[in-house]
Each structure stands twice: as C-alpha cells, then as structure tokens.
C-alpha cells in the first residue's frame, strides 16, 4: 500500500471518529484528498462516496441510542433522501469552474460552524425552553403533522447541501433536529448521523455511476471512515473533543484561504 493510501486510511479513521459525534467528517477528509492530490470536483465526489462509511458504522455503533426512532427516522430519510439526489444532480449538471469557485467559501462556511457548535447549540437549547404560544384552533394532533412537514423541509434543505458539498452539514442538523424535540443529545446526534448518511449515500450512489470517482483513495478512506465511525460513539463518550473540533475548525478556516487565493 502506498503512502498516501495509509495517509488517507488514517484520515478515515478521524473523519469517522469526529464525524459521528461532531459533524468533521468532510472537514477531516475532503482536505486529505486534496492534500493527496486530487483535483477539487473529484476530491468531492471521491469523499462523498467514502463517507458513507461514517454512515454505516455510526449505525453500527449506536443501536442503543436508535432504538424506538424508526417512523421519525423513515420521515427524515425520505426527505434527506429527496434532497441528497437534487444536491448531487446540481453537482453533475454545473461545470467544474463553478463548484471549484464556491468550494472555498463551502469549506469557510463549515469551519466557522464548526467554530461556533456550542454557540449554536445553546441557541437551540434557549429555543426549546420558550412556552410555545397556545392557540385554541390548534388541536396537539395537527400541530404535530406540521412540525414534522417542517423538520422535513429543514432535513431536505440539509440534503442538497449534503448532495452537493456537505462539510459542516452534521454541525447544521445538530442544531436544528436540537429544536424538534427534547431528548439525550446522543439521541438527537445518532437520528442526525441517520439522516445526514441518507443525502451521502443517496449522492455516493450518483456518483459511483456519472462522476469521476477515484477508487483507491474512496476505498482507502472509506474503510478507515468505518473503522472511525463504529468507535466513535464509545469513544467521545470519554473524550474530549473541543480541542480537536478548534484544530480542524482553524485548519478548515486556513484550506479556505488557501484555495480562494491560489
């Protein structure tokens, strides 16, 4: 095995390992692609496809915190599963010029989400606490068809940028499946890895059919992302991982520079 399929290897296990809890994964693992190389469209698409892994182990890993959520999950499959196929159709379908233009503010735009995770969630938290205004029309049965409809939507704004790009999408999710419910954020983070895996995988399916996927780097990667991903939930349960989510954060914020500027 050469060098840069260990580096990519190793960078799969950390994207897998950070993506299952904080939302890193692609902050993690589009860089070394890039840093192994790869043009940015591919490194894209090459990502895309091995980050299902992250997908499957996280599952794996987290049966305990997904156990009695299969109609919420099934809703918000479906619509990460519609918005996953539109983001990965406007990849295809927009020149190469154009993603490699908007590329650097993606990859910005998630680092400083992944920056302000805490400043978000507290957001999210203060939200939930609001008494929510009651309104006699209301009956408890059709507001919970329209909250869901609406954590629909989000879920399906969530997957085309998922489909197209997806650094820093799990930070996103987080934040907004944080307001549908009160919960164990491990609940909320494992249905969120659940939804967010659906756009990839929807997208990875695309791709492994019309994009220029680089096989050995994506299985490589891919295999690391499973190994990351499976551990991951035990893992950060211990771990601290605010160090490393202001490392990858700042390096995202640097790769962002660097690519507007060369």
Excluded: C
Excluded at 12 to 18: E, F, K, M, Q, V
Excluded at 34 to 63: I, K, Q, W, Y
Excluded at 157 to 186: D, M
């Amino acid at each position: 095995m050469s060098a840069e399929l260990v580096w990519l290897l190793l960078a799969g296990i950390g994207a897998g390992l950070t993506g299952s809890v904080a939302g890193l994964a692609s902050l993690v693992s589009y860089p070394s692609l890039l840093a192994a190389g790869l043009p940015p469209v591919v490194a894209n698409v090459t990502n895309t496809v091995a980050m299902f892994g992250v997908t499957g182990g996280t599952v794996a890993g987290s049966r305990r915190e997904l156990r009695g959520q299969g109609r919420r999950i099934a809703w918000l499959a479906l619509a990460s599963f519609l918005g996953g196929a539109v983001g990965a159709a406007l990849l295809l379908t927009t020149p190469a010029e154009a993603f490699e233009a908007v590329v650097p503010w993606l990859v910005g735009a998630g680092a400083i989400l992944l920056l302000l995770r805490d400043r978000i969630r507290i957001w999210a938290a203060l939200a939930t606490t609001r008494t929510p205004r009651q309104d006699p029309l209301d009956h408890g049965e059709r507001r919970t068809v329209a909250r869901g409809f609406a954590w629909g939507v989000a879920v399906f704004v969530l997957g085309i940028y998922g489909g197209y790009f997806g650094a820093g999408v799990g930070i996103i999710a987080l934040a907004v499946l944080v307001l549908e419910r009160t919960e164990a954020l491990a609940v909320t983070n494992a249905v969120k890895n659940v939804a967010t895996g659906v756009a990839n995988g929807t997208a990875a399916i695309a791709y492994v059919f019309f994009a220029p996927v680089d096989w050995p780097a994506a299985v490589a990667l891919g295999v690391g992302a499973v190994l990351g991903g499976f551990l991951g939930p035990a893992i950060v349960r211990v771990a601290p991982e605010r160090p490393l989510r202001w490392l990858v954060g700042l390096a995202g914020l640097g790769l962002a520079v660097h690519l507007a500027t060369t």
